[in-house]
């Protein structure tokens, strides 16, 4: 469970907060959810948001619930450092599509006494970690990790195994595309399509 950082009251700080998990595991729900506290008292606050992800509105940031909040579009990380002027808080979605930088423009926001909320997938669609969300869960203060409910096993989940036949690491995608499984799920998929792809070569 989160909880604000309220130890010193006098001295101006910031902090980095993580939310992560797999594909509809509510990480946009919550990076909402805590925005959303955050205007409602009083505090200025700047959204951000990778440019390439369009799927469900091209400037605000939208939950699988619908769910909605204002978001700036940006194409880099280094965008952010220069929109990011005189706020409180700042939120980011979609963290893994964002080049390396990310990482330093995050620290250089909290260091400057900033409220930096992160939401993105901890891993890829092959199970790996997603591009610089490692580094941001590293030098987080706080993490936390949200799951789906695996749509084969009812277990929690926290893979996104791809159904579409891409190999391309960024896919923007939804159910069509995507479906969050347990581990013992993903592994038994990864399995058969291994499994699959040996044959087709095998017959060719």
């Not at 990011?84 to 808080?89: I, K, P, R, T």
């Not at 791809?162 to 595309?177: D, F, H, N, P």
Request: aromatic share 8%; charged share 25%.
């Amino acid at each position: 469970m989160f909880l604000e950082n309220t130890v010193n009251h006098i001295e101006q700080f910031g902090w980095i907060e993580v939310i992560c998990g797999s594909m509809f595991s509510g990480k946009t729900e919550e990076l909402i959810r805590r925005l959303k506290r955050a205007q409602f008292a009083k505090q200025k606050v700047e959204i951000f948001k990778p440019a390439i992800d369009i799927r469900y509105d091209i400037e605000k940031v939208v939950s699988h619930d619908a769910n909605e909040i204002r978001s700036t579009p940006v194409p880099s990380s280094a965008n952010i450092r220069l929109l990011a002027s005189d706020v409180d808080v700042v939120g980011i979605d979609e963290a893994q599509f964002f080049d390396d930088e990310i990482v330093a423009v995050c620290n250089d926001l909290a260091n400057r006494g900033v409220r930096v909320i992160v939401a993105g997938l901890d891993m890829d669609f092959k199970g790996n970690p997603f591009g610089p969300m490692p580094a941001l869960m590293a030098t987080a203060e706080y993490v936390t990790k949200v799951h789906a409910v695996c749509t084969r096993t009812g277990n929690l989940a926290h893979y996104s195994h791809r159904k579409a036949a891409s190999e391309e690491l960024v896919l923007i995608g939804e159910t069509q595309e995507y479906e969050p499984l347990s581990r013992s799920a993903y592994f038994r998929a990864m399995t058969e399509e291994k499994i699959k792809k040996a044959k087709e070569n095998n017959g060719k």
